[in-house]
Structures are given as C-alpha cells and as structure tokens.
C-alpha cells in the first residue's frame, strides 16, 4: 500500500510541476526556447546532489561504478526527455499534454515484460485496462483542435514519453544494485543536472535567451522555477519509489500516469477558479462530467490492483 500513497503524492506533484511549467513557458518565456530555462535547474541539480552525497556520507572507495554510471545515464535521460515535453507545452496545452502520458503504462508493460520478467495476474490485467480507459474516455471527449497541431503534439509527447520511460526503466534495474535509495535519487539528480547544462550550454541562442528572460523579468521569474525545482526533486523522490516498491513497474506507472489527466484537469478548475491566468481551463458541464466518469474508472482500476 506504501507505493500506492507514494503514487497518489507524485501525481498531485506532478500536475502542479506541469502546471508551472506551463506558467513559465507561456509567461515569462513567450513559449519561445522554453527549454533554457533547464539551466536554471542544472546548477540547483548540481548542488542538490553533491549535497545529499556529502550528507548521507557516501563513501566513493567502496562504489559501484557500473551502478552509478546507470543512475547518472537515467538522469542524462531524463534531462533530454525535457527538450520534447517543453516542446509539447510550446505548442499544446497541461490538459492534452496530461493525456498524452497515458503512452507511458503501455510502454511500461511491454519493456517490463521483455527486460524485467514482470508477470501480471488476470485481475491486474483487468485493472490495467480500467486504468487506461480512463484517458481514452478524455481523449475521446477532447475538444478539437489543428490537424498540424495535433500531429506535432503527438509526436513530441511521444518522444518525450518514451525516452522517460526508457529512463525511469534503467533507474529502477540500476538502484536494485544500490544499497541506498536516497543515493540513487542523487546520481539521478546529478544525471539531470549535468545533461541540462550540457544541452542548454551547447545551444548558444539557448543559454542567451535564459539570461535575457532573467534581466527582463528582474528576476521575478526564479521565483516560479525555484518552487517547480522543489516540487520536481519531491515528485523523483515519490514516484520513483513508487516505480521500485510496486510489484510491477507497469503497474505504478499506469496508477500513476493514467490518473494524472485527471488531477489536471480538475486542479486546472480549482486554479482557474482562483488565478485565472494561471489555470486557464475551460469550466464547461461536458469536461467536468467526462473527467467524473474517468475518475470512477480508475477508482475502480486502482481498487482491482490491490486484491
């Protein structure tokens, strides 16, 4: 039941760390070169781990580095994952980027099938498929929008989804090796931390536009990514501890993944109710009722999970 807790705590983080991410996107970088801002996360990354390091008292004599250098390789994965996912934000909004998420239990379920020998029991497999219809049911009811759009939306969300999931995948095969968890949050963090600087320091254009959104902004806008980088560490923290207790990977993620439209779109409702240009969903009886019916499916799928 712990992973189930850690699950629910991850997605609530998640969809705010979404939806600030959407915030700064839009606001303060003009949803042009959003991914500059990793810069800003990289250095908080950096010290982040050294510190977490230095207070657990690793000890680098008696370290696996085979291991570590898994750990760091799933945090240089996570690290390009964001280039699709600001991508997405770019062009589509926090409510159909939640959707597109749903690609992640499916893929989950087949690379822990083929890599880990995950088995799943029949009523596992029928909460599975409570658990997806949830987001098919949203995407169904979704309102229109552009062919082109809609495309590019597919494709970035989808590279994003997978190199995340391929990342997560080797976290989990990787902290199996370690004696300490919080350690191997570390390395992650060290992983991203290093793969953000590289990416945005290789893009001149990339850490120009940061340091001009910072001057421009007079710094108001490290006070939203300050937060997002707490919020974002504590999401790590939860879901993948969620990914490593649950008897199945597949599992965690569908709970976690297949849930989160939902905890967006009504978060979205509770933000646009109480700082419009933040939320900035649309309050129509349709959605409302659509996420209802989405939220009993996987109520029900999550319950199945647990006999």
């Given at each position: 039941?712990?992973?189930?807790v850690?699950?629910?705590f ?8 979404i939806?600030i991410?959407?915030?700064?996107s ?12 990793k810069?800003?996360?990289?250095y ?21 580095f ?10 240089l994965?996570s ?57 098919l ?5 979704a ?33 199996a090796?370690?004696?300490s968890?919080i ?14 600087i590289?990416?945005?320091w ?9 340091y ?19 919020i974002?560490?504590?999401k ?9 207790l ?29 700082w ?24 029900i799928g999550?319950?199945l999970?647990?006999?």
């Amino acid at each position: 039941m712990i992973w189930v807790v850690l699950v629910i705590f991850a997605t609530l983080l998640d969809a705010l760390r979404i939806f600030i991410d959407n915030y700064v996107s839009d606001v303060y970088f003009k949803k042009r070169l959003a991914f500059s801002q990793k810069l800003f996360y990289g250095y908080l990354g950096l010290i982040t781990s050294v510190a977490i390091l230095v207070i657990t008292g690793f000890d680098i004599q008696s370290a696996n580095f085979g291991v570590i250098g898994l750990l760091i390789l799933s945090g240089l994965l996570s690290a390009l994952a964001g280039l699709p996912y600001l991508k997405t934000l770019e062009i589509d909004d926090s409510t159909n980027l939640g959707i597109f998420i749903q690609l992640a239990p499916v893929l989950y379920l087949v690379l822990g099938w083929l890599f880990l020998g995950e088995t799943f029991s029949p009523i596992q497999l029928i909460a599975f498929i409570f658990i997806l219809a949830a987001p098919l049911l949203i995407v169904l009811t979704a309102r229109k929008r552009s062919r082109h759009t809609k495309i590019k939306a597919i494709i970035y969300a989808f590279i994003y989804v997978f190199v995340a999931v391929v990342g997560n995948m080797v976290f989990v095969v990787a902290n199996a090796e370690n004696d300490s968890f919080i350690n191997s949050i570390a390395f992650l963090t060290l992983g991203k931390a290093l793969g953000s600087i590289f990416i945005v320091w290789s893009r001149p254009k990339w850490h120009r536009r940061f340091y001009k959104v910072l001057k421009t902004s007079k710094y108001k806008v490290l006070r939203p990514m300050l937060i997002n980088y707490i919020i974002s560490l504590a999401k790590d923290f939860a879901y993948r501890g969620a990914l490593v207790l649950a008897p199945a990977i597949a599992i965690a993620s569908a709970a976690s993944d297949s849930t989160e439209p939902i905890v967006i779109f009504f978060m979205g409702l509770l933000l646009t109710l109480v700082w419009p240009k933040f939320g900035r969903e649309k309050l129509d009886k349709k959605s409302i009722l659509t996420h209802l019916a989405a939220t009993v499916l996987v109520v029900i799928g999550i319950v199945l999970l647990q006999i």
